[in-house]
């Protein structure tokens, strides 16, 4: 079973991992500060955790049951959050590349986050595998930012849908408990794959960033 402390000690090694890497860009910056965040509330509430490992009376489940919808929320925030930086750099990315299929998307009116990562599976720039799960976690974005969690009949791969305990068309979209995380560290892993195959590109995109939190950790 996944406890509370399970949960902490992951999203401190991740955010540990995260701020080691060599290249400081927006994803990578944005990506660190939010799961340091989330590991600070976390640790603070460190001491509920220990609840999970002893048996409960029916008041302190319900608490406890209120205490993981809340560790719930602001795991689901953290996750939202790294994919809007990572849809920013994205963006920006496609300001400056050559690519003649990412120049359309350039004159599109709205950027969809979903249509970039369909243009690097056609451009073979990632393994098909990675660019199938990360379009299925761009819908979970959807599904939760528009559709008020409610999943629609939107096809998800194996190892996303795999996260949730209800994942039906109509339904609320019901997780697992460290789903967020398993999401967020997904992204982190396939972006790391984009980054080292696109380095110089997404570096200049990127030279004007100064993180103020950088000397800090």
Known sequence: MMTGWNLLDKY????????????RTIFLINFGNHHLLVTKILDFHFPEFQKFSKPLNPSEQMDLKEFGESIMSITRWCFLEILTALEYEMKKYIEI??????????KQRNFY?????????????????????LLSIVNIRHILVHNGAVMD?????ETVKNLFTQCKNGYLLLSKYDAYY?????????Y???LTKNRDSI????H???????KIH
């Open 182 to 190: 398993t999401l967020s560290d997904m992204v982190y892993r396939i």
């Open 192 to 194: 790391l794959k984009w």
């Open 97 to 106: 590349s050559t690519n003649d299929d990412f120049k359309k998307l350039k």
């Open 12 to 23: 401190i090694t991740l955010t540990q991992e995260s701020w080691k890497q060599p290249d």
């Open 113 to 133: 986050l979903s249509e970039f990562v369909k243009q690097i599976k056609k451009s073979n720039l990632l393994k098909d595998d990675d660019c199938d799960i």
């Open 208 to 214: 004007t960033i100064d993180d103020p939190h950088d």
């Open 203 to 206: 570096l200049k995109i990127n």
């Open 153 to 157: 009949d939107r096809i998800l791969h």
